[in-house]
């Protein structure tokens, strides 16, 4: 009988911690997918983004959110649907790929065989501050490489996007998407620039 009960208050516990476990929910920061594009006769030229640097508080699947100035907190039950610093590199690609007309846009994990890179972008992301009901404030240094000793670009972006009160995470992860894609059109300026230029 003891045996019994000891099996029937593990099966209960077991069966409470089950109903008790919430759901996980993905977000991703950009809904187009991966950056590829159709496949151009002669592109004007390519552009290839790398992973994104982030700071190793940020560097983890759980969304991290600013609770006050000096806490930050994890959510166990809302999670990237990728890493962060590939999420963050294929949006930015997605925007390039938008902004540039006539380049081909590729994240660095794409192969590209037999092309070159004309423009290499590095992003590194300093800071990003993801508060629920109030908005999303994010600072990020890059750099645009051209090849054969072409010019050096660089650029330190700091950004902020406001979220009505009561905002949920769906709005939050959207304001991110937007903050990068203001990155994005900044970074688009001075590639264009010195394409138009001719370095």
């Known amino acids: 009988m003891a045996r019994l009960v000891a099996v029937t208050l593990v099966s209960a516990a077991i069966l409470v911690a089950c109903v008790r476990t919430p759901a996980?929910?993905?977000?991703?920061?950009?809904?187009?997918?991966?950056?590829?594009?159709?496949?151009?006769?002669?592109?004007?030229?390519t552009v290839r983004v790398g992973p994104a640097s982030v700071p190793e508080a940020l560097d983890r699947p759980e969304l991290v959110l600013r609770v006050s100035a000096t806490e930050l907190t994890v959510d166990d039950s809302?999670?990237?649907?990728?890493?962060?610093?590939?999420?963050?590199s294929r949006a930015v690609a997605g925007d390039l790929a938008r902004e540039l007309d006539g380049a081909r846009v590729v994240i660095a994990d794409e192969r590209m065989t037999g092309e070159s890179t004309d423009v290499e972008v590095l992003l590194d992301l300093q800071r990003l501050d993801a508060k629920l009901g109030d908005g999303v404030a994010?600072?990020?240094?890059?750099?645009?490489?051209?090849?054969?000793?072409?010019?050096?670009r660089t650029g330190r972006s700091v950004m902020r996007e406001p979220l009505a009160p009561g905002s949920g995470y769906d709005p939050l992860v959207e304001a991110c998407a937007r903050v990068l894609a203001t990155l994005s059109r900044e970074i688009a300026r001075s590639v264009r620039a010195d394409y138009v230029s001719g370095r």
């Open 24 to 45: 996980i929910r993905y977000y991703t920061l950009s809904a187009d997918g991966p950056a590829r594009q159709p496949r151009m006769e002669s592109p004007r030229f």
């Open 78 to 88: 809302h999670h990237w649907a990728e890493p962060l610093r590939t999420g963050i």
């Open 138 to 152: 994010i600072e990020m240094a890059w750099v645009a490489r051209w090849g054969n000793a072409g010019p050096v």
